[in-house]
């Protein structure tokens, strides 16, 4: 069973950093790229960031580019977001999902439960 | 970047009814255009890919169609446990989500 556990949410001040990890069980890990996207009230589902098989290729949402980055460690199965110079519009629930390639089309088939971030002072 | 939107925001309907939910991209994306369900506290479920094929485990009522930068969700005979947000996303260029659809119970 494919499985996807996000981890390291929590409250952080404003200018703060923080470290998602999303552990991932169930599938060869390292055969997936994986991604991240962000949940809030007021903005629905925002595409955050994604990062290729071995992590030699990554992209990234304007909103969060230079502020946040993506990596894994295929050795431990795990996919992290380091988040620094956090705002409070980054306050959001975040997901990480595995992405599939399926008729030429990706799309992500499995999801985690989320994390919640919040940024306030 | 490539924009989605999706109509209506909300839709009422009942139990047995047939919804059909809209979903237009800023440009074309082929049929690069996948559909998800979320109900409130969980994370989203994968229904259509590759506007629509239909993801395993996914009942027949669901099902999409449309390509370039018109598509559509349809839902059959709506069960109780189709009330949900449904959200389109683009996956082109990048990936973009729609704002959602809100589909309440009548």
């Known amino acids: 069973e494919v499985q996807l556990v996000e981890s390291g949410g929590g409250l952080v001040q404003p200018g703060g950093s923080l470290r998602l990890s999303c552990a991932a069980s169930?599938?060869?890990?390292?055969?997936?790229?994986m991604h991240w996207v962000r949940q809030t009230p007021g903005e629905g589902l925002v595409w955050v960031s994604r990062?290729?098989?071995?992590?030699?290729?990554?992209n990234y949402a304007d909103s969060v580019k230079g502020r946040f980055t993506i990596s894994r460690d295929n050795a431990k199965n795990t996919l992290y977001l380091q988040m620094n110079s956090l705002r409070a519009e980054d306050t959001a629930v975040y997901y990480c999902a595995k992405e599939a390639y399926s008729s030429s089309i990706t799309n992500f088939d499995y999801w985690g439960q989320g994390t919640l971030v919040t940024v306030s002072s | 970047d490539i924009q989605m939107t999706q109509s209506p925001s909300s839709l009422s309907a009942s139990v047995g009814d047939r919804v059909t939910i809209t979903c237009r991209a800023s440009q074309s994306i082929s049929s690069s255009l996948n559909w998800y369900q979320q109900k409130p506290g969980k994370a989203p479920k994968l229904l259509i890919y590759?506007?629509?094929s239909l993801q395993s485990g996914v009942p027949s009522r669901f099902s999409g169609s449309g390509s370039g930068t018109d598509f559509t969700l349809t839902i059959n005979s709506l069960q109780p446990e189709d009330f949900a947000t449904y959200y389109c996303?683009?996956?082109?260029?990048?990936?973009?989500f729609g704002q959602g659809t809100n589909l309440e119970i009548k």
């Open positions: 990062i290729n098989i071995d992590g030699s290729s990554t």
């Open positions: 590759g506007a629509s």
């Open positions: 996303q683009q996956s082109y260029r990048l990936h973009t």
């Open positions: 169930g599938f060869t890990f390292s055969t997936y790229w």
